[in-house]
C-alpha cells in the first residue's frame, strides 16, 4: 500500500470555543481510526493545519 499525504490550512470562524475545537478533534479522531487514516490537527486561534495520512482510497 502507498501513503499519501494531504495537508492543508483554513480560516477558523470567528467566536469558536474551546469546546468547540475539543469537539472537533474527538470527531475527527473518530472518523480518521474508522477508515485507517492518521492525522494532526494544530489550531493557533486564526487558522487549522491539518494533515492527513492514509491509503490513497481513503485520503481524498
Request: overall charge positive; proline content about 2%.
Given at each position: ?42 489550531f493557533n486561534q486564526n ?14
Amino acid at each position: 500500500m502507498f501513503l499519501v499525504r494531504l495537508v492543508y490550512a483554513s480560516t477558523v470562524n470567528l467566536g469558536i470555543t474551546p469546546i468547540d475545537i475539543e469537539g472537533l478533534l474527538n470527531k475527527a479522531k473518530k472518523n480518521n481510526e474508522s477508515v485507517d487514516v492518521t492525522g494532526l490537527l494544530l489550531f493557533n486561534q486564526n487558522y487549522f493545519l491539518q494533515c492527513l495520512e492514509g491509503s490513497r482510497s481513503r485520503v481524498n
